[in-house]
């Protein structure tokens, strides 16, 4: 029973460009959410996401940042012109909608 | 506004006695609450969680206490291990836990040998 799959792990990228960052949730789970953790730092809610919906985005910043949860495939964190101030582990996880959520390994993000 | 707090970034406690870890939380929606370690460069694993209709729930060598009217659960850990050596993290969520966790910043612990 596979857990929460995130890639890539580790993910460079030069100011301006764009990350894209993946999750599939566990089996049976749809419901995901984003966390980011910078240095020094606990997690951070960024976005929060059903099936082809996003139902809370409250800590995603206004813009750059984007999410989705296709019907089919995995969701997507999506920063487009990435600044240093983006460079952070993102984690995301799942859920069946009540009760625990758990994590998957991360993606580092690291940016030139 | 710091809705989660743990006051103690460290604790370091000796292999086989208990290792306490502590956490506030301020909103009174809060109704779920959970634990999570974390190793470096890893994801945060999921310890033990707990309802506000409980004041204790108990896992093999962890267990949570919750004290609502003080707005204050912590983790008890016994025996401590070296392997329980990591980052926890308390979170605390609304709706049964359907809404996103809020978190602490953590408390690195250290259990010697």
């Known amino acids: 029973n596979a857990g929460v799959m995130q890639n890539p792990r580790h993910l460079v990228r030069r100011r301006g460009q764009e990350a894209r960052l993946r999750c599939s949730p566990m089996?049976?789970?749809?419901?995901v959410y984003w966390y980011r953790q910078l240095p020094e730092e606990g997690l951070k809610f960024m976005v929060y996401?059903?099936?082809?919906?996003?139902?809370?985005e409250s800590g995603m910043p206004k813009e750059r940042f984007s999410a989705e949860f296709p019907k089919e495939g995995p969701s997507i964190l999506r920063i487009q012109q990435v600044v240093r101030g983006d460079s952070a582990a993102y984690f995301c996880?799942?859920?069946?909608?009540?009760?625990?959520?758990?994590f998957g390994p991360g993606t580092r993000l690291t940016v030139l | 506004d710091q809705q989660v707090k743990q006051n103690s970034p460290s604790l370091s406690v000796q292999e086989g006695r208990i290792s306490i870890l502590n956490c506030d939380y301020t909103?009174?929606?809060?109704?779920?609450f959970l634990w999570y370690k974390k190793y470096p460069a890893e994801g945060p694993t999921f310890l033990i969680s707990?309802?506000?209709?409980?004041d204790k729930n108990e896992d093999g060598r962890f267990t949570v206490f919750l004290n609502k009217s003080a707005k204050h659960l912590s983790l008890h850990i016994v025996p401590s291990q070296p392997g329980d050596s990591a980052v926890y993290f308390c979170?605390?969520?609304?709706?049964?836990?359907?809404?996103?966790?809020?978190f602490g910043k953590g408390t690195k612990l250290t259990v010697n040998p």
């Open positions: 707990i309802s506000s209709i409980k």
């Open positions: 996880a799942s859920s069946p909608g009540q009760g625990t959520q758990y």
């Open positions: 979170a605390a969520s609304a709706q049964g836990g359907s809404e996103k966790l809020v």
């Open positions: 909103n009174s929606m809060f109704d779920y």
């Open positions: 089996k049976g789970h749809s419901h």
């Open positions: 996401l059903q099936k082809e919906n996003i139902i809370d």
